[in-house]
């Protein structure tokens, strides 16, 4: 089945820098999401990309779908305590229906 | 605020035992997605529902996980018997086909069999 590598596995940064993660497909997909894990939570969706080339933010975060549209990165700045969690990516390919594929996750780990 | 409510959160129960997991989708929405989260395997597609019908349940052990959804407002995932590897969270999301392919998810169900 279709599979999306998501690196890295796990970041471990100081508070107020930025970090950066990606996800990359053997595949087209025509949507890409990517989703925020608090620790006892689900999944929370945080931006959704549905053109590419598109580039969306949401406050601090800056997630782009990538041209080829096999890859999309999340870029968070100036990173806060509350930035810890677990971060997916999920795609959507053709005729999939609404089942998305996700990536393996990003735990992002932020020191005071 | 509408959004996915999975019961119970946490659920205990020694092997052997039935255990039977609920999600209510959000109204209106019309897919269903149950979902296994591990340390090892990450987010797991278990089954997947369109108009309370499955499409898709070739994620999930046959011989003693079931999923059904008796009406549009609740689905449920049942593993009978229960076995120490079922420990994990079970995670339901429902969305909206041909809308914005957004999965919005549950909390979760925390299960641990002794």
């Known amino acids: 089945g279709q599979q999306l590598n998501q690196s890295p596995q796990s970041m471990f940064i100081q508070e107020g820098e930025d970090v950066s993660m990606n996800c990359t497909s053997s595949s087209i997909f025509n949507t890409w999401l990517w989703y925020k894990q608090d620790p006892g939570e689900g999944p929370v969706l945080l931006i959704a990309l549905y053109k590419a080339g598109e580039l969306t933010s949401n406050g601090r975060l800056t997630a782009q779908f990538g041209i080829t549209r096999k890859d999309s990165f999340l870029n968070i700045s100036a990173s806060i305590p509350s930035d810890v969690g677990i971060y997916f990516c999920a795609g959507l390919y053709n005729n999939a229906g609404n089942m998305l594929t996700f990536g393996g996750g990003t735990r992002l780990m932020v020191k005071p | 605020d509408a959004r996915v409510t999975q019961t119970p959160r946490h659920k205990v129960t020694e092997m052997g035992q039935e255990v039977t997991m609920r999600c209510q989708p959000i109204?209106?929405?019309?897919?269903v997605f149950w979902y296994r989260q591990t340390m090892m395997q990450g987010l797991e597609l278990l089954a997947y529902?369109?108009?309370?019908?499955?499409?898709?349940d070739s994620g999930m052990p046959k011989d003693r996980f079931s999923a059904e959804m008796p009406d549009a407002t609740l689905a449920t995932l049942k593993i009978q018997p229960s076995e120490p590897r079922d420990s994990a969270v079970y995670f339901c999301?429902?969305?909206?086909?041909?809308?914005?392919?957004?999965?919005?998810f549950g909390a979760g169900t925390r299960l641990s069999v002794l």
């Open positions: 529902f369109r108009n309370r019908a499955p499409l898709d």
């Open positions: 109204l209106g929405h019309n897919t």
């Open positions: 999301a429902s969305g909206l086909e041909l809308g914005k392919n957004i999965q919005y």
